[in-house]
């Protein structure tokens, strides 16, 4: 079956990724801007870093027929410095025009600071203010369910957003109904550890229905799987579901989604142009 990864950082694993993933169905991969593993010293080099996302790596994955899009901003976990913070957002419009960029994101929060707020604040309203679709990174563990509720606060708060052009990532089974109630897109990251399993994120779409509703691995620097989206189709089938309805959350969601980009611009194999427009 084909699929998309959603949300995946490519730039953390190696070439061989590329090629598992392809062989295990991967048409399309989506990478949020995130955390290097260490806090950056300066814009500069956000700047290489938003090179590498809008031109190397989307040339390292084309060698492997995978379609490479990404998103653009400074991650929840480097919004503490809020003067660094500011020179990257305003940076981030030189990079818009780029044909796999998405939009902004992974913005979101990390420990739920004031000054993450701030920061996720600034993003939201650049996003508003250029017509971008976003993709929000909710925190870890105890600081999840807080967390999520000050986004969608804020993000109900900048009225030049509609909802359906809004993605909560990293949902869980306290705090998916928020989200979903609010009009958004929603992720179920399938992570060892913080996160979720292919066998929750099976729960949450036998509970809710699987509209709006997306999975994704998330790999990246840490202890992570590439196909895990390909273990959620394992999942999915082993307790009887059709193909029609796993294909939805796995691949024809993600398309709807990036659709509403006017840069998007990707049919599946043997697929017409209707699909992409579903």
Same mark, same amino acid.
Not at 80 to 106: C, H, Q, T
Not at 181 to 195: I, R, S
Not at 251 to 269: K, M, S, T, Y
């Given at each position: 079956?084909?699929?998309?990864?959603?949300?995946?950082?490519?730039? !953390?694993? /190696?070439?061989?990724?590329?090629?598992?993933? #392809? *062989?295990? +169905?991967?048409?399309?991969? !989506? %990478? @949020? #801007?995130?955390?290097?593993?260490?806090?950056?010293?300066?814009?500069?080099?956000?700047?290489?870093?938003?090179?590498?996302?809008?031109?190397?790596?989307?040339?390292? =994955?084309?060698?492997?027929?995978?379609?490479?899009?990404?998103?653009?901003?400074?991650? =929840?976990? %480097?919004?503490?410095?809020? =003067?660094?913070?500011?020179?990257?957002?305003?940076?981030?419009? %030189?990079?818009?025009?780029?044909?796999?960029?998405?939009?902004? +994101?992974?913005?979101?929060?990390?420990?739920?600071?004031?000054?993450?707020? /701030?920061?996720?604040? %600034?993003?939201?309203?650049?996003?508003?203010?250029? &017509?971008?679709?976003?993709?929000?990174?909710?925190?870890?563990?105890?600081?999840?369910?807080?967390?999520?509720?000050?986004?969608?606060?804020?993000?109900?708060?900048?009225?030049?957003? =509609?909802?359906?052009?809004?993605?909560?990532?990293?949902?869980?089974?306290?705090?998916?109904?928020?989200? *979903?109630?609010? &009009?958004?897109?929603?992720?179920? /990251?399938?992570? @060892?550890?913080?996160?979720?399993?292919?066998?929750?994120?099976?729960?949450?779409?036998?509970?809710?229905? &699987?509209?709006?509703?997306?999975?994704?691995? #998330?790999?990246?620097?840490?202890?992570?799987?590439? *196909?895990?989206? @390909?273990?959620?189709?394992?999942?999915?089938?082993?307790?009887?579901?059709?193909?029609?309805?796993?294909?939805?959350?796995?691949?024809?969601?993600? *398309? #709807?989604?990036?659709?509403?980009?006017?840069?998007?611009?990707?049919? @599946?194999?043997?697929? /017409? $142009? !209707?699909? $992409?427009?579903?």
């Amino acid at each position: 079956m084909q699929y998309i990864d959603p949300h995946i950082h490519m730039v !953390s694993r /190696t070439t061989d990724d590329y090629k598992r993933m #392809a *062989l295990a +169905g991967c048409v399309l991969l !989506s %990478e @949020p #801007a995130f955390w290097a593993g260490f806090d950056r010293s300066g814009p500069e080099g956000f700047r290489d870093y938003f090179r590498q996302l809008t031109g190397f790596e989307r040339s390292r =994955a084309a060698q492997y027929g995978i379609a490479h899009y990404c998103w653009l901003c400074i991650n =929840a976990k %480097e919004a503490e410095n809020v =003067a660094l913070s500011r020179e990257v957002i305003k940076m981030i419009p %030189e990079f818009l025009d780029r044909p796999n960029v998405l939009g902004i +994101g992974e913005i979101g929060l990390n420990k739920n600071t004031r000054n993450e707020a /701030t920061v996720f604040l %600034e993003h939201l309203e650049l996003a508003a203010r250029t &017509g971008e679709l976003v993709l929000v990174h909710t925190p870890h563990l105890a600081d999840k369910y807080p967390g999520t509720r000050m986004i969608l606060d804020m993000v109900r708060g900048e009225s030049r957003l =509609a909802p359906e052009r809004v993605c909560i990532d990293h949902v869980e089974e306290h705090t998916i109904r928020q989200a *979903l109630d609010a &009009g958004h897109w929603v992720g179920m /990251t399938l992570y @060892p550890t913080t996160k979720c399993t292919p066998a929750r994120a099976a729960d949450m779409v036998e509970q809710y229905g &699987g509209d709006r509703m997306m999975v994704n691995s #998330a790999g990246d620097w840490g202890h992570s799987d590439p *196909l895990a989206v @390909p273990e959620f189709i394992f999942e999915m089938r082993s307790r009887g579901h059709d193909e029609a309805t796993i294909r939805k959350v796995v691949l024809e969601n993600p *398309l #709807a989604f990036f659709g509403q980009c006017a840069r998007f611009d990707f049919v @599946p194999r043997g697929e /017409t $142009a !209707s699909l $992409a427009d579903a």
